[in-house]
């Protein structure tokens, strides 16, 4: 079986000899058991009489998913049944095992087990703790009569979770903080050429948050679990297909934050609908306004409609660190002149906890008729509206996590925080309206938005 390029770069990481530990995967159908299963054969090959073993929750699953799956790839030896357990002509061995973990709490079957490596079938769905004991039988395992031994290796496949897989290896592969022998490829199914169209098409049937988790890979979208400031925000209700219309004024907003990123979310208004279209995060070194200013140029290159800008009131102030007589929005403004943009950022911020409930209300029940549909490219925006929690005191709780550089930063909140300015702006009259607990007194305060999205 000709493997993928992915699948490739995979086979060529457990070659090289350099980790100890390799989990490849992320989505459904990108190849990981073909990589996996095949990776066990090519060792099988060049070390004569070794010895790897499979690993799966249990035994019904390595009989209906993995056990077909090594078939397809056709190996070249005998497989024997019960235990599955495959002799290779050269003598090598692969051993299929079920974890079995809730008959056998102590993972007594792995005691005395002399292997070279293993395989994790979905290591997802095994314990943690079966893992660290592979790493103790890894190797155990000497060939005789030979001088060339295999170096011990654990190779695993999962999907996205949210258990222990993403804490132990996801997480800091995010951070750059993975152990030095340790390496994470990830896999989506559209690295996976062998798939028909209309399999992938078909897909798309599939609820908005299983398909971004389970076909597009994404590790950093969850289920509720409580405590979400945006306790209203659903994905399958607010997360569509988001097209930028060219005869829509362009509104962006800012949140002013170096690390990990300089974000912008870039936004069209049509009535009362609020649509993010875009969202720009700009790492080191491109962590600045310029350099962020630039790829909205690059990505609107021929946008006449205008533009209004948005964000952060607190960068409204001058900036010590830029020419004389600057902040933030006139650099935003000056980098951004051929859009003709119009400076929207208020004085003040308002309230974190008034505006959460504002637009928790507007997510819940359309509150003022304002729509908000966000962008299923948006990632870094979803996963705020997913992730973040709410304080004790109704704020939203600043979550930090220390980089491989030791830069400290919030996990969290810094899309969100540009979409609260934004929609409380834009919406200003709605917002007012919200604050009055929703009975207009008087004249209306604040901006309207026309048809038109001016």
């Not at 078939?71 to 357990?85: A, F, K, M, T, W």
């Not at 592969?173 to 992938?200: F, M, Q, R, S, V």
């Not at 400290?408 to 009055?436: M, P, V």
Request: glycine share 8%; with cysteine; charged share 20%.
């Amino acid at each position: 079986m000709q493997l993928s390029a992915k699948q490739t770069e995979a086979m060529l990481a457990v070659q090289s000899e350099q980790y100890n530990f390799i989990l490849y995967g992320g989505a459904i159908r990108g190849g990981k058991s073909v990589w996996g299963l095949s990776a066990l054969l090519v060792m099988c090959q060049v070390f004569p009489r070794s010895r790897w073993c499979v690993i799966r929750e249990n035994s019904e699953k390595i009989r209906t998913t993995t056990i077909p799956s090594f078939n397809r790839i056709e190996p070249s030896g005998n497989l024997r049944q019960s235990p599955y357990e495959y002799h290779h002509p050269n003598g090598s061995v692969i051993l299929f095992k079920s974890e079995n973990y809730a008959q056998d709490k102590d993972l007594d079957w792995m005691k005395g087990l002399e292997v070279n490596g293993f395989l994790f079938e979905e290591i997802n769905e095994c314990q943690e703790q079966t893992l660290y004991k592979a790493f103790e039988r890894a190797g155990s395992w000497i060939i005789p009569h030979s001088e060339r031994q295999p170096k011990p290796i654990i190779l695993a496949t999962c999907n996205p979770t949210f258990g222990w897989v993403k804490r132990v290896i996801y997480d800091k592969w995010k951070l750059g903080t993975l152990p030095d022998k340790w390496l994470y490829i990830p896999a989506k199914i559209t690295d996976n050429p062998h798939l028909p169209k209309e399999y992938i098409e078909n897909l798309k049937n599939m609820p908005t948050y299983e398909y971004m988790v389970f076909v597009e890979g994404n590790w950093d979208l969850q289920l509720k679990t409580g405590g979400e400031f945006y306790k209203c925000f659903e994905i399958d209700q607010h997360v569509k297909h988001a097209a930028y219309n060219p005869d829509l004024p362009l509104h962006i907003s800012w949140d002013d934050n170096v690390n990990p990123y300089l974000p912008v979310g870039i936004f069209q208004i049509q009535g009362k609908r609020l649509t993010m279209i875009d969202e720009i995060a700009g790492v080191t070194p491109n962590n600045t306004v310029k350099a962020v200013c630039g790829e909205i140029i690059r990505r609107y290159p021929v946008h006449h409609s205008g533009m209004f800008v948005y964000g952060d009131a607190t960068a409204n102030k001058q900036d010590t660190k830029l020419e004389h007589g600057y902040n933030f929005y006139r650099l935003v403004v000056d980098y951004l002149a051929q859009f003709r943009p119009h400076n929207r950022v208020t004085a003040s911020n308002p309230s974190v906890v008034m505006r959460g409930n504002f637009i928790n209300t507007v997510f819940e029940k359309n509150f003022g008729g304002i729509e908000v549909v966000i962008g299923e490219n948006c990632k870094h925006t979803i996963g705020d509206f997913v992730g973040l929690k709410e304080a004790a005191d109704g704020t939203k709780l600043k979550e930090m996590v220390t980089d491989s550089k030791g830069v400290r930063y919030q996990k969290y909140g810094h899309f969100s925080d540009l979409f609260d300015y934004i929609c409380c702006t834009a919406f200003a009259a709605e917002f007012e309206l919200y604050q009055k607990g929703g009975k207009q007194l008087g004249i209306s305060i604040g901006r309207t938005t026309s048809k038109s999205g001016y």
